[in-house]
């Protein structure tokens, strides 16, 4: 516990550094509140206004987990097909790339034209851009699965399926995590974009609406609200892969 | 008369267009240890695949105690080059994975190979992930891995391969040990000269690419041979003949 501590202890020091450097700009340069407003300011009136926060943060959280799970499921379902099927590998994959050229700030607002202001249009945008990252971390990770070890699972009579589910599934575990870690940090943006391209709450349409009303430390207080949330959701996506692959766990320690 | 436990006849294969084995043929008695001894390259991985049945012969057949390959189950127990253990599976569900893929339920084969860790010289490890292993105990693992399938014979292909001399000499010590206590029949395939001469009954001397059989070397040498056996000077002998058809054979290695 206390060398995990002291491993920390950097991150915590600069961390600090940066808000107490911010903090003395704003107090000694003579700059306006309402141009860069101390953090101190952005704390204080975070929690002034806590309630309208909490409520605009839950239809972000909502729209940010139902569209990762729709992503993680379509990214699962056809790693698994094109993983059987090399014709349709070659047929899906260049969608899948054109999916990722779109340019989210015209399609956002497109995507509320054809879906609505609810809870629709948020959760197809976050899943269009967490796919192809966990499309291509599984099938990267089933392309990992060491050729000895397949070679072997055949010699002993394993079928195709079997061997998918022995060896190249959890061959694909250590990068599905990755990719998972990558895109839990896309997914929360990708909520607030698609709110502020228009919603009836959220935590993009909070900062939107602050903007207007030339209030620069409520967005700074919705910002600070998106990035904790991430990191939330970040250090549950590690917890996941610690508890889910013990056998890295053991790795690690030997190797420490 | 008993047929032989395996019976190669004539077999070519080759691989993008380019000829690998030239008319192979060998046999192997129940019971016997042969190795494939030749330079690398020479086709010795491409004869496992054509035995393991995932790479189809060109010509010839293979019979295993008479029937055809393929018309039987796998007849084979195939231990590759590297140890191949699953990294996310503990050292006890590494072993029992042929019996797995066999239908066997995992608690039935778990009860199947733990009484065989001690001779192994795994006990005490069945709960180990491979990484917390060290290289011989893999081995051991995946040798342990390979019998426990109890198929007609044993394909070890470079079983020691990977590893350091000393940890080898050890361990083609232990295995020979292992063999004379065991009603096994096995195929080793492998570069290394004194592995061959101290575990086979016969060897087969395979030429570069297209590999052809230029020479069987039978050893009628006592077991054990592996250090403190009686064999030493025999065994030079024979493996310095070995070694000698094995560089005439390689032009770009004459001075």
């Known amino acids: ?256 | 008369m008993i047929p032989p436990r395996l019976e190669i006849r004539n077999i070519a294969s080759s691989y993008d267009g380019m000829k690998v084995l030239n008319d192979i043929s060998l046999s192997v008695q129940p019971g016997e240890f042969v190795s494939i001894l030749g330079p690398s390259g020479a086709g010795k991985s491409t004869l496992f695949r054509l035995l393991t049945g995932t790479k189809s012969p060109d010509a010839g057949e293979i019979r295993v105690d008479g029937k055809m390959l393929g018309d039987a189950s796998p007849a084979f127990a195939f231990m590759p080059q590297r140890d191949a253990l699953m990294p996310w599976r503990r050292i006890i569900d590494n072993t029992t994975l042929g019996l797995e893929v066999q239908g066997m339920s995992r608690k039935q084969a778990r009860s199947r190979v733990q009484p065989l860790f001690a001779e192994f010289g795994l006990a005490g490890f069945e709960q180990h992930y491979p990484a917390g292993l060290s290289g011989g105990m893999r081995q051991r693992a995946a040798l342990l891995r390979t019998v426990v399938q109890e198929r007609p014979m044993l394909l070890l292909d470079e079983p020691f391969g990977a590893l350091d001399a000393l940890t080898r000499a050890g361990m083609q010590r232990w295995l020979e040990g292992m063999w004379m206590r065991h009603d096994w029949t096995a195929m080793l395939v492998t570069h290394d000269v004194r592995e061959a001469v101290s575990l086979s009954d016969r060897i087969y001397l395979l030429s570069p690419r297209p590999a052809e059989i230029i020479r069987v070397v039978d050893i009628p040498l006592a077991r054990p041979r592996v250090l403190g056996g009686t064999a030493g000077a025999e065994a030079a002998a024979i493996e310095h003949s070995i070694l000698e058809t094995l560089l005439n054979l390689t032009e770009d290695m004459k001075p």
Not at chain 1, 29 to 54: D, F, H, K, M, N
Not at chain 1, 174 to 192: D, E, H, K, Q, W
Request: a positive charge.
């Open chain 1, 1 to 256: 516990m206390r060398a995990k501590l002291e491993r920390g202890l950097p991150a915590l020091i600069s961390i600090a550094l940066l808000f107490l450097a911010w903090e003395a700009y704003a107090r000694l340069s003579g700059i306006s509140p309402t141009a860069l407003p101390a953090p101190s300011r952005v704390l204080a009136e975070a929690w002034q206004y806590r309630q309208a926060l909490a409520d605009n943060t839950l239809p972000t959280l909502m729209a940010t987990l139902t569209g990762f799970a729709l992503s993680l499921v379509a990214a699962f379902v056809l790693s698994v097909a094109v993983d059987f099927s090399e014709p349709l590998r070659r047929a899906l994959f260049p969608i899948f790339i054109i999916s990722q050229t779109l340019p989210l700030v015209a399609i956002a607002p497109l995507v509320v034209l054809w879906f609505g202001f609810g809870l629709v249009p948020k959760i197809l945008l976050v899943a269009l851009v967490t796919f192809f990252p966990m499309l291509v971390a599984l099938t990267q990770g089933y392309a990992s699965t060491e050729e000895e070890i397949e070679q072997l699972l055949a010699s002993m009579g394993a079928p195709r399926w079997r061997r998918f589910l022995l060896a190249r599934l959890p061959s694909a575990l250590p990068y599905f995590f990755a990719g998972l870690r990558i895109s839990i940090t896309y997914a929360v943006v990708g909520a607030i974009f698609a709110e502020y391209a228009g919603a009836a709450k959220g935590l993009g349409i909070y900062i939107l609406s602050a903007k207007n009303n030339f209030r620069p430390d409520l967005v700074l207080a919705g910002v600070m609200v998106s990035s904790v949330l991430t990191l939330l959701l970040f250090g549950l996506s590690l917890l996941a892969a610690y508890l889910v692959m013990p056998w890295s766990r053991a790795t690690k320690e030997r190797k420490r």
